[in-house]
């Protein structure tokens, strides 16, 4: 493990996909949890995440393996497994393997996001991903609106920024702080309430900002005083240093204008892509401090890092008091070199 950060990667359940990433039949490759999968949708309609080695020599799945029915072939040799990853045929043979078996990914379709429960001794899930009214009301808000990125910073530090009250004023450079009223753990979820005052034209509105987290991959946030908007912000770690970090909005209807919906919600999704963008150089070349030397006025830290302490099944080593980035390079660096190379597959441009 690198020295990056003392988090392994957590448990819980992870966005792997937008639905219309996947059709029926469609075997696809992914690469998360620093592990190679394929995301697989069957004849039904219903998506699957198996790892993506098949087990007899080791082919890809998402290279060319195909879907008949419910079960995935192997391209190589046509092999065929259950979505629980056990051999169903071998089809130049009476027999099946029965220790041929490929590792299956518990996944849910919700919300209009695919899900997978990820932990590192595949304990089953611990709890359910939950429906979120308001993208399942397509009568009040409107259709999502998605913007993903990637990050070379461990969950944990995007987590952080949460609880970080203090940065907004000179991060983002907003007027106003969201005031914290409330911040309760519940085993794996987190509840947060603020109060939060956004300047318009027309003078300051007051207005609330909740957040509600399921584990370290789903997070529900609510905007109001404006225009309602609610976000689900889902963090799928890559590795134990680096995650892709998948956003998708929807905004109350303001009636049947489609055009002011879609102004509203855009100049939503520009501010929040634009603090992204504010973050993500400070996420990725700061340094894990075990034991940060906080202010009294700042916002509940040690809070935050007990609750997210208990999805590392793997336990946390953080002896080493600071974690140092491996590298620092100022961001266009980055990104020219990604894009010569065509090696950025989320490059948002
Ligand atoms: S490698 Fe998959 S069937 Fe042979
Ligand atoms: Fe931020």
């Not at 939950?130 to 461990?154: G, H, L, M, Q």
């Not at 300051?204 to 957040?211: K, P, Q, T």
């Amino acid at each position: 493990m690198s020295m990056r950060s003392p988090f392994p990667i957590p448990y819980g359940w992870f966005q792997v996909a937008w639905p219309g990433d996947v059709k029926v039949g469609q075997v696809l490759p992914l690469e998360y949890f620093d592990r190679h999968l394929a995301l697989w949708r069957d004849d039904n309609g219903v998506p699957h995440v198996n790892d993506a080695f098949c087990p007899h020599l080791g082919a890809h799945f998402g290279h060319g393996g195909s879907v008949d029915g419910e079960e995935l072939v192997c391209p190589f040799h046509g092999w065929r497994f259950a979505p629980d990853g056990t051999n169903t045929k071998i089809p130049y043979s009476e027999r099946t393997n029965k220790k041929a078996c490929v590792r299956s990914y518990p996944t849910v379709e919700r919300n209009g996001l695919i899900m997978a429960w990820y932990h590192p001794e595949d304990a089953a899930p611990m709890w359910e991903v939950p429906e979120v009214p308001e993208f399942n009301d397509p009568e009040n808000f409107t259709e999502p609106v998605t913007r993903d990125y990637r990050v070379e910073a461990p969950w944990q530090e995007l987590a952080e920024n949460g609880v970080d009250s203090a940065h907004f004023r000179y991060v983002h450079h907003t007027d106003e702080v969201p005031e914290l009223e409330a911040y309760e753990m519940d085993g794996p979820f987190s509840h947060m309430r603020s109060r939060q005052r956004f300047p318009t034209p027309r003078g300051v509105v007051d207005g609330r900002i909740d957040a509600d987290s399921y584990g370290p991959g789903f997070s529900v946030i609510h905007f109001s005083g404006i225009v309602d908007t609610v976000l689900m912000g889902c963090n799928v770690p890559l590795s134990d240093s680096a995650c892709h970090m998948r956003f998708t909005f929807c905004v109350r209807k303001l009636g049947d204008d489609a055009a002011l919906n879609s102004t509203v919600g855009q100049a939503f999704v520009d501010e929040i892509h634009k603090q992204v963008q504010e973050d993500k150089p400070i996420w990725e070349n700061k340094a894990h401090l075990v034991r940060p030397a906080l202010a009294d006025t700042d916002g509940p830290f040690t809070k935050f890092r007990r609750w997210a302490a208990q999805f590392y099944a793997e336990g946390v080593d953080d002896s080493a008091l600071v974690y140092e980035p491996q590298g620092s390079y100022p961001a266009e660096l980055i990104e020219t070199a990604s894009r010569k190379h065509g090696s950025d597959p989320f490059a948002n441009t």
